[in-house]
């Protein structure tokens, strides 16, 4: 299984609302990413996870929250969103630095809207 | 400030012929280099990778060449097929701490004709 599941694929919502992406992989990956792609641009680094705590923040905006509750999961929690974080949000997962394989395998994405 | 880049934004190529994808990087600690395909609407998939040591990784169809004076690095599809037709995004990789973050490349729009 080298699949990363994201859920939902796509989402709108109001500025004034709450709502969350997941994130899961059954690959025994202990780094997992939050990427945000625009159209016709290169996927931005947003987040990293390194076993289950959070290495990387990419100076990303306090309206973003990530969340790894276990191994396998990774939520972005999104309050308070602007019109221009309309994106697609990628999930990735990868080995850990050292071991075999340090590709990334990405998920489909959320397309999210906001409106 | 772009660390990787990829100047061509698209290109078109026959069935059956060689494909040839470039990309530069500024930054001499990156420690791999993947190549990804992407489609509209959906993740990246992995390609081929190559580690900062080596010069040259084949599978397959694909081969990619990485000249660290220069830094630079390519793709090559050998033959191209319809099904490449594709979104192809070159990413830097730099081992930080346990994980690794990619920078990718600006992306090029590779159209294979038949």
């Known amino acids: 299984d080298t699949e990363v599941t994201q859920t939902p694929k796509h989402l709108v919502m109001g500025m004034t609302n709450k709502k969350s992406l997941k994130c899961e992989q059954h690959?025994?990956?202990?780094?997992m990413y939050w990427y945000k792609q625009k159209a016709k641009k290169p996927p931005e680094l947003m987040f990293v996870?390194?076993?289950?705590?959070?290495?990387i923040n990419e100076s990303v905006p306090s309206r973003f929250s990530p969340e790894c509750p276990n191994s396998s999961l990774l939520n972005l929690h999104l309050h308070a969103l602007q019109p221009e974080d309309s994106a697609l949000y990628l999930c990735?997962?990868?080995?850990?630095?050292?071991?075999?394989?340090?590709?990334?395998?990405f998920g489909q994405g959320t397309r999210l809207t906001v409106v | 400030d772009q660390q990787v880049k990829q100047n061509s934004p698209s290109l078109s190529v026959q069935e059956g012929r060689i494909s040839i994808l470039n990309c530069d990087y500024t930054?001499?600690?990156?420690?791999?280099f993947l190549w990804y395909k992407k489609y509209p609407a959906e993740g990246p998939t992995f390609l081929i990778s190559?580690?900062?040591?080596?010069d040259k990784n084949e599978d397959g169809r694909f081969t990619v060449f990485l000249n660290k004076s220069a830094k630079h690095l390519s793709l090559h599809i050998v033959p191209s097929q319809p099904g490449d037709s594709a979104v192809y995004f070159c990413?830097?990789?730099?081992?930080?701490?346990?994980?690794?973050?990619?920078?990718f490349g600006t992306g090029t729009r590779l159209q294979v004709t038949l």
């Open positions: 690959m025994g990956h202990r780094a």
């Open positions: 990413a830097a990789v730099e081992l930080a701490g346990t994980a690794s973050k990619l920078t």
């Open positions: 990735a997962s990868s080995q850990i630095q050292g071991e075999v394989g340090t590709e990334a395998f």
């Open positions: 996870y390194s076993y289950e705590k959070l290495s």
């Open positions: 930054n001499s600690m990156f420690d791999y």
């Open positions: 190559i580690s900062s040591i080596k």
